[in-house]
Structure formats: C-alpha cells, structure tokens
C-alpha cells in the first residue's frame, strides 16, 4: 500500500495521447432515437461495441480556465470567499499572510485567481488530505483547467421508459447543462460583455455536480438529490457495471422453494443440482432455441397439410381447408406471442387458434395422460387419465422449453460479485403454474407440468403463475442472500462445451468448500426454522373451536 498513489489526472496530455474527440452538441439525439454525431451519446465518437463504449473518453472545451472540481471542492471548504470571487460578486485582495481579504478596490473571477494562484496561502486546517496540491506550490498549475473529461457512455446510460421513450440519464443532463451554459459564456465573450461571472460560477459549480455524481452521490439536480457515488450500494459501479445484465438474461426476485404436494424429496423442484427458473425467464434466457423449437411442433402439426381435422360441437369429426399457416405461426407471430406471455400476466392461457380459411374459431387440442412417475417407469400411463381440453401458448411454450433446455446449465449470479461464491452453475426445472401434474404427452413424462381445466383457459391468470426463481436454500449463505427481495441473474449456456465444463464443475469441491477448508452450503437458518415448526405445538381448544 505504500506505493498506491492517486494522482490528479493532466487533462490535456490525457486528451493528447487518447486522442480524445470534443463532444461539442449539447441536443443528444437527432430525430427519433438516432444519437447526434457530436453528442453526449455519439457513435461516432464513442463507437458502437461494448468495449468501444466502456473505454473510449471525450471532453468539452470550456472556452475559459475553471478549477478542477477536486481542488474547488476543498478550496471552499477551507475558504468561504472563493465562491463570491468565482461568481464575481464580490472583490478581493491578497493580504500579507496570503488570503483572500475583501477589497472594494480589489479584483475577482477566476482568470484574477489563476493568475495569483502561486500568492495565495491556505489556511491551515487537519483536511491535509483533502488539499492535496492545494499544499504543494510546485503544482499549483494543476488546479486550473480549459478541458474537461466526459466519461463513457457505457456507465451514464440512457434511462428508457416501459412506452419506449428515451430520455437522458442524470450525469447526461448535468453535462448538457454544461454544453448550453459553455456556449453562452462563448457568446459573451464574442459579444464583449463583461457580467459574465454569473455563467462562470454557473459552470464551475456544474463540474462539481459531475464530480460530486461520480464519487459520492451528492449531485442536487431539479432541487433532488441524485447519484450515489462509485462504491455505494445504489452507485455507478455496482449498478452501472456490476449489474448490467446482457442478451437473453433474466434478473429475478429469488423466493424459498415450496414444498406444497410433496412427499418426498424426489418431488422438490430444487436441490443442490437443481434450481427452478420461471417458465417466462427461460422463454427469455433460450430465445433462440424456443424459436427452433416452436417452428419444429407448428411445423409437426400443419407441415405438408392443406385440411385440418376437428371435432365439432356435435362430437363429429370435420375437415377443414388451411390458411397458410406458415404465415400464420411466422417468426414475428412467435416473437410477439412470446413477449405477450413474458410482460403480461392476467392473460397466459390464450388458446391456440387453427388458420382456416372459413374463419370459424377452432383451437388445437392438447391431449395427456394424467399419470404418475410410477406408471410411467412401468410403462402402464395409458391406463391413467386422459385429459383433453384446448391448447395455449403457455402449453407449447412450456413443452418448447422442456426441450430447449433438458441439456442446458444455468448460470446464476448474485451481485455485487465480491467472491466467486457469488455465481454458481445448475441444471433447469422449469416452474410454472402453482399447481402441477404428471403428464405424459407423446410419450414424454413432464414430471412438474401445469395444471388447467378447461374453464380456465383464457381466464385471469394474474394469481396463477410462479415469476420467482427458486433455489435450494444451502446456496443462499455464501451469497449473502436470503428471501426478502434479492435478485438474481439468470443466463443459459448455449454451447455444448459451455455446458460440459459447467457440469464437471457442479460436482467439484470448490463450490462447497470455501478457502478456509470448511463447507459453506448449509442451511443452518432453515434447519432451525424447520425443527422448531416441526415441534411447535398448539392449545387444542384453539385448534377445534376457531374463532373469526
């Protein structure tokens, strides 16, 4: 630690060897959401790829000298007339001791101070550390600057709202406050007038907000506090860069696993090897292969077909002439059908409509064996019931993403990711409705498949689906989760080395044992909790003689 040293970065040698470009258009965005090319936001600035947009810098050319809002920080605190002599309110004069006296024949602005800066002494007060060059007289160049560094977009994004409109986040309106009051203090300037002192404590207390957003969280925007520092629980590392989730993930509340209808351990959804991912984050998390998927059954169904057989409402068999279904179950139709099921929640059990060219409402049948793991295993289900009732999206969604994930691992991650404890790998259950059956539909044991009759389709489903993640509960501790609104991200491994490597790792020590040689999965909490309801006992007059 003796070598760790901070120093304050030279803005124009930074600007010189990065060759850094001027953001210079305080509008961020040209017609529509299309970023200016001068911009806060610009392409051709700041790139397109991740890495270009994470790692490339610019800068805003401040016309004028302005103290760097480090030293302008410290400098008010240990001198109250600073502010009046920026702003220009005020006139000063350097006594014999070296400050800041009020003069009415003195002088004041920025330019006066950066001129005799290497005059003025500061007090001594035990903020040794906050003065830092202020201290130093062979640095006091340091403390004026004309250039000021904007840092990547990728760390000050847009803010976009759930009707699609793109709207700047908070350091981006400080930094066009910054553009807008930059190029009034240029026109003053061209135009010769003098009461400009107002645009300059203006702009020099606008690079302090910046400043202030980016470590501490004290910026003040609209009269509201904002920002909330770099390290903070809510500040830009944490969920500007630690939480960003990428393509095809999903971040979701993690709840405790049920254990409604069990009466085994085999009947428990999740275990050590197991997690349960909604059947709404898989739709997201396997886009690619529920698509495959769903164009493979409509494909099944209709393919090579041009009459589609039906029972009508007399129980007698009838044929009916196709619609192009291919146009009908396009990828776009899939696409908006998925979307519809993963943002809505009260209308999940939409049936399936057949195209035909009558337009008469018929829907495809879903037909399964009500069973159990037993008769399936000893291959006697078709004796079980058999249950038929209309198909929904949720129905080929669900059976799509049986199949898009029966040899996928899921990656899950706990943020802020202070050790590797933070992330684990798991294989997929699919969870669904809060009622589950066995089924058996074309041969194949859906051991947790949802449960709906047939009044039930195109009901309200608000109440009916389970969007929680579930995971079992020894993996919560080394996490530092627990069951009161934490989030997890969920991603799906696509390749099958990915995948092979992630399964050779379920089974290895280090996910258990930490560096102190002991197991950190347990669930010491939930042990305790289990014991004391399994022997809590009650007055049985309250049992037998309830009272409303």
């Known amino acids: 630690m003796d070598r760790f040293k901070i120093e304050q970065v030279d803005p124009e040698r930074f600007i010189k060897v990065n060759e850094l470009q001027p953001v210079t258009n305080p509008v961020t965005f040209n017609g529509g959401n299309v970023a200016s090319s001068d911009g806060l936001l610009s392409n051709q600035i700041f790139g397109i790829s991740i890495d270009e947009r994470s790692g490339i810098f610019a800068y805003i050319d401040l016309v004028e000298y302005f103290i760097e809002p480090y030293y302008y920080k410290a400098w008010c605190k240990i001198d109250r007339n600073l502010k ?203 886009y690619p292969f529920i698509i495959y998927h769903l164009r493979q059954f ?70 399964g064996y009500q069973t159990t793991v037993s008769m399936f295993n000893s291959g006697k289900y078709q004796t079980s019931t058999l249950l038929t009732r209309d198909m929904t999206w949720m129905d080929v969604f669900y059976i799509a993403a049986t199949e898009a994930v029966q040899d996928k691992m899921a990656i899950i991650t706990r943020y802020p990711m202070d050790s590797y404890f933070n992330q684990f790998s798991a294989k997929i259950h699919i969870s669904s409705t809060k009622e589950t059956e066995v089924m058996v539909i074309d041969d194949k044991l859906y051991r947790w498949y949802p449960s709906v009759k047939q009044e039930e389709v195109g009901s309200d489903t608000s109440n009916k689906f389970i969007d929680t993640f579930c995971m079992s509960n020894p993996y919560c501790g080394l996490m530092g989760a627990d069951f009161d609104g934490d989030t997890i991200t969920c991603k799906i491994a696509y390749s099958v080395e990915a995948n092979e490597e992630l399964r050779k790792k379920l089974d290895s020590p280090s996910q258990y044992i930490t560096l102190g040689g002991v197991n950190g999965r347990t669930a010491d909490k939930e042990a305790i909790q289990a014991i004391y309801n399994l022997t809590l006992t009650f007055d049985e007059d309250k049992l037998t003689d309830p009272k409303m």
């Open 298 to 367: 409509f494909s099944n169904e209709f393919g090579g077909k041009i009459y589609y057989p039906y029972i009508d409402s007399k129980g007698t068999e009838q044929k009916i002439e196709l619609d192009d279904p291919l146009v009908a179950f396009s990828d776009d139709v899939l696409d908006k059908e998925i979307a519809e099921f993963v943002h809505g929640y009260s209308n999940r059990l939409k049936p399936i409509l057949v195209p035909n060219k009558e337009n008469k409402r018929i829907t495809l049948k879903l037909k």
């Open 84 to 286: 009046s002599c920026v702003y220009e309110t005020d006139t000063f004069s350097i006594d014999k001791d070296g400050y800041l006296v009020k003069d009415e024949n003195g002088s004041n602005g920025l330019k006066w101070l950066k001129n005799n800066i290497d005059k003025i002494n500061f007090k001594n007060t035990k903020r040794e550390l906050l003065l830092g060059v202020l201290m130093d007289g062979k640095k006091r160049g340091d403390i004026f600057t004309k250039k000021f560094i904007i840092t990547p977009p990728y760390y000050r994004d847009v803010d976009t709202s759930s009707d699609g409109r793109v709207g700047l986040g908070e350091v981006n309106k400080i930094y066009v406050q910054i553009l807008n009051t930059v190029r009034s203090l240029k026109t003053s300037n061209d135009y010769g007038l003098e009461m400009a002192g107002g645009i300059r404590g203006r702009i020099q207390d606008l690079l302090l907000e910046v400043y202030n957003w980016h470590t501490v969280g004290e910026s003040i925007i609209g009269g509201e506090h904002t920002g909330a520092g770099i390290f903070k629980k809510f500040g830009i590392m944490r969920r500007s860069v630690m939480a960003k989730t990428t393509d095809n993930a999903a971040r979701m509340v993690i709840s405790s696993p049920t254990t409604k209808n069990c009466d085994s351990i085999d009947d428990l959804m999740t275990d050590m090897d197991y997690v349960a991912v909604p059947l709404s984050a898989v739709l997201v998390n396997a």
